[in-house]
């Protein structure tokens, strides 16, 4: 059932927004400056292709924020991300919020704060324990007042060997 926060709707995101989806993620990109055209062009196509398969078996769930005329204002996602059995983390899928992104003439109206809430909300009702994300520097701000924490992550990148996306 869709709730209604301050005129603005909140409703599942089902296939047939995966234009939306897509068009979301790559304004996200270019938001936090990464990407060429033809790279951006590329990462949509692989991301239509995941986010269409991710929607069918139930491990990305999305939501849209709309305007009571039915304008988006902005949308978010949770991806069930695989993950390994440890002794912290009973749970084999941790919820990842990713693809956050605000239409600019809707931005600094709680959008965001929306969807936070609403992924959150529904990760406590689906018995997880814990959120992931990675956030740019404009975000960080907006995923502290929720009490989330900044972890350390280290990254090797390699040249050379590339392998294609469709291997990953």
């Not at 983390?89 to 609403?118: C, D, G, N, Q, W």
Request: with cysteine; aromatic share 8%; net charge positive.
């Amino acid at each position: 059932m869709p709730r209604k926060s301050l005129g603005f709707r909140i409703r599942r995101a089902t296939e047939r927004d995966l234009d939306l989806l897509v068009h979301q993620r790559r304004g996200m990109w270019q938001d936090i400056g990464i990407g060429e055209q033809s790279s951006l062009d590329e990462a949509d196509r692989d991301y239509r292709k995941w986010a269409k398969s991710a929607l069918e078996n139930g491990s990305l769930v999305g939501w849209i924020v709309e305007t009571p005329e039915r304008i988006i204002a902005g949308g978010g996602c949770l991806w069930l991300r695989p993950e390994q059995p440890r002794p912290d983390l009973k749970e084999l899928a941790v919820p990842y919020l990713l693809s956050m992104f605000t239409e600019p003439e809707f931005r600094r109206k709680r959008v965001a704060s929306r969807i936070v809430e609403e992924a959150i909300e529904w990760c406590k009702r689906n018995g997880y324990r814990r959120v992931l994300l990675h956030a740019s520097k404009k975000g960080r701000g907006l995923y502290r007042k929720y009490g989330f924490t900044r972890t350390w992550e280290m990254r090797l990148e390699l040249s050379g060997g590339k392998r294609k996306r469709s291997q990953r």
